[in-house]
């Protein structure tokens, strides 16, 4: 199923022990960059066809971040579930068990599945370390694939992707968002990630396309929740507000569970 929509040479077994390597020598965390991800013809239709902003339903706007996103394939571009389908195939799922050694990855049809994301002017995601499960199906979250969809993109646009050490003492690795450009990388505590406030010509907007892998949970595999992250750079006021947020967050969201009020909200921040 992957075949057409992939990038042939992506899914070639016999391609995948360079890959592999690339990846697993990668720093500060296991990481693999592919260029020309998708064939050609989607990846233009995947542009040419990008909901807009306002049509996506969920609304990221917080001390730490500024984004939209959103996972309601019936209303877009059939392009959109032709991508979901490829990256969900056979083929895919065993080329990524072959680059990263995990086996038995798979994706899911919910929120913590496939998606998109977009930013507009000013735009960002503070560093963060991404939640570990999607407790509402037991799974344990693995690997995350992002495919950047921005054409004309220019470097002093920004928005790159950072991937900090775990100490959160440097900026590794720098990833453009550019055209049709993915990206995967383990999820643990070992890959903070996020991107700075973008700066963009009206009409323009930080696009790309999100799947996330999963495995049962091993023995001794617990859930963690997200959690942002402060760079050496931001001010003092930020951090203290960075850590008091994120302390709070995760102690109501236990009280709430804990007497029944509500679920947790599980969606993602990438």
């Given at each position: 199923m992957g075949q057409g929509v992939i990038n042939p040479k992506y899914l070639d077994a016999s391609f995948a022990g360079a890959l592999k390597d690339a990846y697993e020598n990668a720093k500060p965390c296991k990481y693999l960059v592919m260029e020309d991800f998708f064939n050609e013809e989607i990846a233009n239709d995947l542009f040419a066809h990008f909901p807009s902003i306002d049509d996506l339903n969920?609304?990221?706007?917080?001390?730490?971040?500024?984004?939209?996103?959103d996972y309601h394939f019936d209303r877009w571009h059939p392009s959109f579930s032709k991508v979901r389908e490829a990256v969900a195939s056979k083929d895919w799922s065993d080329q990524l068990s072959r680059i990263t050694g995990i086996e038995g990855l798979h994706t899911t049809t919910d929120a913590l599945g496939s998606g998109v994301h977009q930013g507009k002017n000013g735009s960002y995601v503070d560093v963060h370390i991404d939640v570990n499960m999607n407790p509402k199906l037991g799974l344990w979250r693995r690997i995350n694939l992002l495919v950047y969809l921005n054409k004309n993109w220019k470097p002093e646009y920004g928005g790159a992707l950072e991937l900090w050490n775990k100490e959160m003492t440097e900026c590794v690795t720098q990833v453009p968002p550019t055209f049709n450009t993915a990206v995967i990388f383990y999820t643990d505590e070992n890959s903070p990630h996020g991107y700075k406030k973008i700066t963009i010509p009206e009409g323009e907007s930080r696009k790309s396309f999100y799947t996330y892998f999963y495995t049962k949970p091993e023995k001794g595999v617990s859930y963690r929740d997200s959690k942002f992250v402060s760079r050496p750079d931001d001010n003092a006021a930020k951090k203290v507000a960075t850590g008091i947020k994120e302390v709070l967050?995760?102690?109501?969201?236990?009280?709430?569970k804990a007497i029944g009020i509500k679920d947790l909200d599980f969606q993602d921040k990438n």
């Amino acid at each position: 199923m992957g075949q057409g929509v992939i990038n042939p040479k992506y899914l070639d077994a016999s391609f995948a022990g360079a890959l592999k390597d690339a990846y697993e020598n990668a720093k500060p965390c296991k990481y693999l960059v592919m260029e020309d991800f998708f064939n050609e013809e989607i990846a233009n239709d995947l542009f040419a066809h990008f909901p807009s902003i306002d049509d996506l339903n969920v609304k990221r706007k917080s001390l730490n971040e500024d984004k939209s996103e959103d996972y309601h394939f019936d209303r877009w571009h059939p392009s959109f579930s032709k991508v979901r389908e490829a990256v969900a195939s056979k083929d895919w799922s065993d080329q990524l068990s072959r680059i990263t050694g995990i086996e038995g990855l798979h994706t899911t049809t919910d929120a913590l599945g496939s998606g998109v994301h977009q930013g507009k002017n000013g735009s960002y995601v503070d560093v963060h370390i991404d939640v570990n499960m999607n407790p509402k199906l037991g799974l344990w979250r693995r690997i995350n694939l992002l495919v950047y969809l921005n054409k004309n993109w220019k470097p002093e646009y920004g928005g790159a992707l950072e991937l900090w050490n775990k100490e959160m003492t440097e900026c590794v690795t720098q990833v453009p968002p550019t055209f049709n450009t993915a990206v995967i990388f383990y999820t643990d505590e070992n890959s903070p990630h996020g991107y700075k406030k973008i700066t963009i010509p009206e009409g323009e907007s930080r696009k790309s396309f999100y799947t996330y892998f999963y495995t049962k949970p091993e023995k001794g595999v617990s859930y963690r929740d997200s959690k942002f992250v402060s760079r050496p750079d931001d001010n003092a006021a930020k951090k203290v507000a960075t850590g008091i947020k994120e302390v709070l967050k995760v102690n109501g969201k236990k009280l709430l569970k804990a007497i029944g009020i509500k679920d947790l909200d599980f969606q993602d921040k990438n």
